[in-house]
């Protein structure tokens, strides 16, 4: 845990929410006697809001099934079609011409998408996978850059039943493999290339080299056409996206399928090992996302315009730039490129262009923004701005602050929303016309959600006191499993408290007024630039290099990525000169660039515990530059200290 709790425990600044009448929960007191009808009839109320927020094609009888918990069920006799229910639906209600996806490519061309429009593409996609053999339970996976066709691709999955996995574009080709195998993939969806920072860069060559060893469930690679360069063809393998949807009829019977059957698995880190797949359920997950939508972004489709700057690489791309928005029938904006290029004002401008109105970022970004100075933002005017959000780490309140009173004009309410990629959408999080705010907490848990902060035997704490962030009851959300591994499942999430909470993995405190504070991970899991890294996962690849014999890997605070990469590294050798150099794209090479270390560190051994341990809380200290607290019994020790500090 960082120096969150210092910095936040004596936060005493509240801003009151705005009044809102129009807004779905405009009180606290709505919030409350919402939130109050779960207590009184918890699996009635969530039956309700699925019955009412959900096309079904078949009905539910039963609500929540506990009987194989931790494996819960949710609607598990209702039936329901994913994309029905984010296209056809609102087609049939007459909103065809409304326009679905704003996308802006990097060379700033537009292209606005319909609903009608898209439900075409995406009936012309599912015929073509079809065509190739993709059917119910098939797993797909996506490795796109942002461009439309990527939440084509998502839907046309979801159309047949197909249980679509993406994998962010920037993650390694071995990674790509690594999450291909492990998901038994039948097809990869990709792209040629995609602009980026003024290039374009290239993912088809990486998957040619993912699947260029194992892989033996892939029958077919679908590239689409974006970046105009040439690629490497495999005959009988490789298909042209554009060609074969071309080739298509523009309607395909959506396939209704069971609420608990997979929708996707996203794979992201744990503490050890290897990522681990999270699967997510069709009904519960769309209830959720939409849900969540209307609740936390206030978001009103006829009027709105959505952008979550996320990559669909990540959950909040999948909830948030597609299945949340398109859900309500809403336009979401997705755009291809680097946020800061050709100029740090690259965002401002689009969100101006586009009439944006609720922005939803990481506060990694807003911190960068800040860098990059209040003139970028001053040169555009950010008048329809309704709503702000942030995701994926503590936001530390000065950020907040600047986000509230320049971005926000100090009209804005800023929702900082708290949840994982298990959590499937929001589940600490204000609620923008009702939730008097402070700079830095997620405020309270969402209506229908029952959180709490407890200690290490799962008993709640004093408010004001740190401890373990649990949620006590299922939600219709949550994660299903871990892709073929049910033993982790049990092991990571429910073993802590024997059944009885979900373990989020993040340490929090209540404060007296009840509000929440999240500080972070307590398990060995680094938040960079918000994402999600595993020590273990970077300590895997650096050993994987001939030079090196042993490393360990902490997180040190950092005023823009919140947290960087420290490593300690013992070589085999003597150090050579560009071996720093070599070992960072070694990791970008195993990982993806966003796993490349900031610092390395030397030594001749690294600290251990008598029984073996690496001493990684010294270790967190040394790369923060802390005083060393720990007791240090022998010289060697302090030497090996030393050296790790630099001074050796
Ligand atoms: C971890 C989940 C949820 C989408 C993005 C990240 C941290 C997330 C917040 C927040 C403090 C946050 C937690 C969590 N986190 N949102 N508002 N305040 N911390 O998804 O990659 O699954 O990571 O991100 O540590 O456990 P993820």
Not at 96 to 120: M, N, Q
Not at 256 to 264: I, S
Request: charged fraction near 20%; glycine fraction near 10%; charge should be negative.
């Amino acid at each position: 845990m960082s120096g969150t709790i210092e910095s936040t425990m004596h936060e005493m600044r509240v801003f009151p929410p705005p009044q809102d009448k129009a807004a779905r929960l405009s009180s606290m007191q709505q919030y409350q006697a919402l939130q109050q009808r779960f207590v009184d009839d918890f699996s009635g109320t969530w039956g309700e809001l699925a019955t009412q927020h959900i096309s079904w094609r078949k009905p539910f009888s039963t609500v929540l099934d506990e009987s194989d918990a931790p494996f819960y069920k949710w609607f598990a006799d209702g039936q329901l079609n994913v994309s029905e229910n984010c296209l056809d639906r609102h087609v049939a209600a007459g909103l065809g011409e409304r326009t679905a996806i704003i996308w802006e490519g990097e060379p700033g061309e537009v292209r606005h998408i319909s609903y009608a429009e898209l439900l075409g593409q995406v009936c012309r996609a599912a015929n073509a996978m079809r065509a190739l053999g993709i059917g119910k339970g098939d797993r797909v996976v996506i490795y796109m850059p942002m461009i439309p066709e990527a939440a084509m691709a998502m839907l046309a999955c979801t159309r047949i039943g197909a249980t679509h996995s993406v994998v962010f574009g920037a993650f390694s080709s071995k990674a790509l493999h690594e999450r291909i195998e492990d998901a038994g993939a039948k097809m990869v969806i990709t792209a040629d290339g995609a602009w980026r920072r003024g290039a374009v860069s290239t993912l088809k060559p990486g998957v040619d080299a993912a699947l260029a060893s194992g892989c033996a469930t892939i029958e077919h690679v679908m590239v689409v056409r974006r970046g105009g360069n040439a690629v490497d063809w495999v005959d009988g393998r490789d298909v042209d996206w554009q060609q074969a949807l071309a080739a298509q009829p523009d309607v395909c019977e959506p396939l209704a399928v069971e609420a608990e059957h997979p929708l996707f698995i996203l794979y992201t880190s744990g503490s050890t090992g290897t990522a681990k797949g999270i699967v997510h359920a069709t009904g519960g997950y769309l209830l959720w996302a939409r849900l969540t939508m209307q609740w936390v972004f206030d978001f009103r489709p006829q009027s709105d315009v959505f952008w979550c700057t996320a990559d669909i690489g990540w959950i909040t791309g999948h909830t948030y730039s597609v299945y949340g928005p398109l859900a309500c029938g809403g336009t979401t904006l997705m755009y291809e490129g680097v946020p800061t290029f050709p100029d740090p004002g690259r965002i401002w401008k689009i969100c101006r262009d586009h009439g944006v109105t609720v922005f939803y970022t990481a506060p990694t970004a807003i911190r960068a923004l800040i860098k990059a100075g209040d003139a970028w933002p001053a040169k555009y005017d950010l008048s329809k701005f309704r709503i702000l959000g942030t995701v994926g780490e503590p936001i530390n309140p000065q950020a907040w602050m600047w986000y509230h009173d320049v971005i926000g004009g100090g009209r804005c309410p800023v929702v900082d929303t708290w949840w994982q990629t298990e959590t499937g959408g929001h589940m600490i999080a204000p609620l923008p016309f009702a939730t008097a705010t402070k700079p830095g907490s997620a405020t309270f848990p969402l209506p229908g959600v029952f959180a709490e902060v407890v200690d290490m035997e799962g008993v709640p704490v004093e408010h004001g006191q740190g401890g373990l962030l649990v949620v006590t009851r299922p939600w219709p959300s949550m994660l299903r499993g871990i892709w073929g591994d049910e033993a982790r499942y049990r092991r990571t999430y429910w073993q802590k408290f024997e059944g009885r909470y979900y373990f989020a993995g993040d340490g929090a405190h209540k404060d007296d007024d009840g509000y929440y504070w999240i500080m972070g991970r307590v398990d060995d899991v680094l938040n960079v630039s918000g994402h999600r890294l595993g020590t273990m996962e970077i300590e895997s690849a650096l050993a994987s290099h001939p030079a090196v014999a042993e490393a360990a890997v902490v997180g040190r605070p950092d005023e823009i990525k919140g947290e960087a990469i420290c490593v300690f590294v013992v070589l085999k050798q003597d150090e050579t000169e560009g071996l720093r150099t070599a070992l960072r794209n070694h990791v970008a090479a195993e990982i993806g660039p966003i796993a490349k270390p900031d610092d390395i560190r030397f030594a001749d051994k690294l600290p251990k515990t008598r029984s073996g341990k690496i001493m990684r809380r010294l270790l967190r200290d040394i790369a923060a530059g802390r005083e060393i607290t720990q007791d240090m019994t022998t010289l060697e020790d302090l030497k090996v200290i030393e050296q790790l500090q630099g001074k050796g």
